[in-house]
């Protein structure tokens, strides 16, 4: 059975910091490329990060390019998404997905229309000012 599971989101002041992370089952992090994704109130759903399983090169979003950072615990089985230096304007729910590929071939930082296989349920983020 495949399920993706996110944990580590929060409340965080601006500027501050929070680790989140997609626990997999079902199949391993290593094998499919994984994605970070959230999805502001009022605004489309959009790609943060995705890491690849061919060779785990990892992609950003230029709004984010610099502060987060992506990378996989292959023993743990989990994906990893740090964030720094949170904005208010990072304040999302933040989802991690997959769509079997090997590679993170769609485009980051612009509204994401393609079916993903796999979606967890997500987790809030909150940066206040």
């Known amino acids: 059975q495949v399920q993706l599971v996110e944990s580590g989101g929060g409340l965080v002041q601006n500027g501050g910091s929070l680790r989140l992370s997609c626990a997999a089952s079902?199949?391993?992090?290593?094998?499919?490329?994984i994605a970070w994704f959230r999805q502001a109130p009022g605004k489309e759903r959009e790609g943060v990060s995705c890491?690849?399983?061919?060779?785990?090169?990892?992609y950003y979003a230029d709004s984010v390019k610099g502060r987060f950072s992506i990378s996989r615990d292959n023993a743990e089985n989990t994906v990893y998404l740090q964030m720094n230096s949170l904005k208010p304007e990072d304040t999302a729910v933040y989802y991690c997905?997959?769509?079997?590929?090997?590679?993170?071939?769609?485009?980051?930082?612009?509204?994401?229309?393609?079916?993903?296989?796999?979606w967890g349920k997500g987790a809030q983020v909150t940066v206040s000012q």
């Open positions: 079902g199949f391993s992090v290593d094998f499919y490329a």
């Open positions: 997905a997959t769509d079997k590929s090997k590679t993170c071939w769609y485009p980051l930082g612009v509204p994401h229309h393609h079916d993903m296989d796999y």
């Open positions: 890491i690849s399983s061919v060779d785990a090169s990892t």
